[in-house]
Nanobody, 122 residues
Framework: QLQLVESGGGLVQPGGSLRLSCSAS????????IGWFRQAPGKGREGISCITTTGDSAKYADSVRDRFTISRDNSKNTVWLQMNSLKPEDTAVYLC???????????????WGQGTQVTVSS
């Protein structure tokens, strides 16, 4: 079973940048599509980006498109979320999520990281 650990969160000024990492241990990382989610205080979990198993395709929520970039390196068992032009409304706990999909697209196994706090001040 795969385990995911996020890192790279912190405090940043509006307009600044952070790069989050999601590091995997265990077998089969290249079988997992990876998504980044975030949870702001008092709000539900929001999907913001996802990437295919090979990294050949990615999607972004409208709220982060053109500011955030997701990438992965399967040889390093790592996925990144580069966050630029950060806004106060980006403040949240950011979590990575791995999913194994059936050919139909249904998830039959998934795993969550523990989350890392991103705070954009002012």
């Amino acid at each position: 079973q795969l385990q995911l650990v996020e890192s790279g969160g912190g405090l940043v000024q509006p307009g600044g940048s952070l790069r989050l990492s999601c590091s995997a241990s265990g077998f089969g990382f290249d079988n997992y599509a990876i998504g980044w989610f975030r949870q702001a205080p008092g709000k539900g979990r929001e999907g913001i980006s996802c990437i295919t198993t090979t990294g050949d395709s990615a999607k972004y929520a409208d709220s982060v498109r053109d500011r955030f970039t997701i990438s992965r390196d399967n040889s390093k068992n790592t996925v990144w979320l580069q966050m630029n032009s950060l806004k106060p409304e980006d403040t949240a706990v950011y979590l990575c999520h791995g999913s194994r999909l059936r050919t139909s697209g249904a998830v039959y196994f998934d795993v969550w990281g523990q989350g890392t706090q991103v705070t954009v001040s002012s």
